[in-house]
């Protein structure tokens, strides 16, 4: 069976959204953005699927943006229902995130125990506060080679009132800390004590630092090499350059620097 398949451009998509569409976007991005929509053409006859829908079919969901209890109904949703289809395959969660909400990330973080999916975590960019707590929860946690890592302790909110107020909301501060410490220890195996003086301050660390202190299990490697171009190749690139070079030239200076390479081989 033959798939014809093509992306809409960003206005065919503005106008075939529908509020429905635009409510899902913003769980996902906490913003009204345009998704990228794909048109298949098959033996039912047209079907218009969005990235999301393609990629939660490989069972691939995200963590975008502040955590927040909307974002977090969602992962919690998508987690049962990838589990229902299949209690034993992966569910890999791809996150990208400066953290958010203490509670909607506990949400996040019981719903990723309670199903029995294995869930691989990726850190992508940046995984902050509670966005970093749920990455290390993974039961295979790995590191984009750029992706950083940022843990510290719960953040006071704005607060008011009498002493006890303030000091109700402190005694809560302080439970959350060792809380969230705990868990941390649980899903690195450091020491509580160790835990609680890496967070005592915003503490940064690197896809190689973050494996070496246990918070990854692994940096994923680059899937192609990078290539330096030579120079001629960088005077071809130029569009104000001279088009006088000619390809018969371009192939003798490869042929050229291939030979080159053999001599310095043998």
Known sequence: MNLNTMTMNVNEMNMMMTTEDMMMC???NNAVLPSPYFVKENHAGVVRTS????LFRERIIHLCGPVDMAQAYVIIDQLKCLEKENPLERIVMRISSGGGEVSAGLAIYDAMREVSCPIETVCEGMA???AAVLFCAGTCRTMMPNAQLMI????LPRTGGNA?????????IMELRMKMAQILATHTGKSLESILNMTCRDYYMSATEAVK?????RVKEPMKPIHI????EKEMARPECNRSVTASDFEKQTGAQVQ???KKAD
């Open 51 to 54: 990235c999301q829908d393609e």
């Open 152 to 155: 510290h302790d719960p953040i």
């Open 213 to 217: 202190c246990g918070f990854a299990d």
């Open 128 to 130: 902050a506060s509670m």
């Open 229 to 232: 171009p030579n120079d001629l």
């Open 164 to 172: 006890m107020a303030i000091q109700t909301t402190a005694d809560r």
């Open 260 to 262: 080159s390479e053999a």
């Open 26 to 28: 913003g769980a996902y």
